[in-house]
C-alpha cells in the first residue's frame, strides 16, 4: 500500500487553516467585533485594526513589500498587549501561530481596551522590539529554510 504524501498534505493543510480561522473567529468575538469578519479579506485586517486601535490607512501598510512583514508583527504585538500578554507571546504567535492563537483564543484571556488600561503602545521601545521579534523571525525561517533546502537536496542525491 502506498501512501499519497499529497493527499496527507491537503489534509494536514485544511485541518491547519480550520484551526486558525476558528481562533481568530474566537479572538474577534472576544474582542466584541463580529466573528465572520475575520473569514473575509481585507475586512479582517479592517477590524483587526480597529481591535489594536489603530486607524485604517495602516491597510496601505500592509501591501508595501518588507514594510508589511514589520507591520504584521507589530500588529500581532498589539493584539497580544490587549488581551494583557507580553512581547514573549507576540514571538509565539509569530513563530508558532497554530499553538498561540488557540491558545489567546480559548484560554480565560480577556480583551482589555486601550482606554480601560493605560497601555502606551505607540513608544518608540515598542517598535524596536518589534523589530527584534522581525529580525529574529527572519532569520529562524532563512535557516529553516535552509535546513529544509539541505534536506531536500540530500533526499533527491539518495534516490
Do not use: R
Amino acid at each position: 500500500m502506498e501512501i499519497d504524501l499529497f493527499k496527507i498534505n491537503i489534509i494536514i493543510y485544511v485541518l491547519y487553516l480550520f484551526l486558525l480561522s476558528d481562533s481568530l473567529y474566537a479572538i474577534y468575538e472576544k474582542a466584541g467585533k463580529p466573528g465572520i469578519a475575520s473569514l473575509i479579506p481585507l475586512w479582517n485586517i479592517i477590524v483587526l485594526l480597529e481591535i489594536i486601535k489603530k486607524p485604517w490607512w495602516w491597510l496601505l501598510l500592509f501591501a508595501i513589500p518588507v514594510l508589511n512583514v514589520i507591520f504584521y508583527i507589530w500588529s500581532l504585538n498589539l493584539l497580544s498587549k490587549s488581551f494583557d500578554k507580553d512581547e514573549e507571546y507576540t514571538l509565539g504567535l509569530v513563530l508558532l501561530p497554530f499553538v498561540f492563537l488557540p491558545k489567546l483564543a480559548f484560554s480565560d484571556a480577556q480583551y482589555i481596551h486601550a482606554k480601560e488600561k493605560k497601555i502606551d503602545v505607540n513608544t518608540l521601545e515598542d517598535f524596536y522590539k518589534v523589530l527584534i521579534l522581525f529580525l529574529i523571525t527572519s532569520f529562524i525561517f532563512c535557516g529553516l529554510y535552509a535546513i529544509s533546502d539541505m534536506f531536500i537536496i540530500n533526499l533527491l542525491t539518495t534516490l
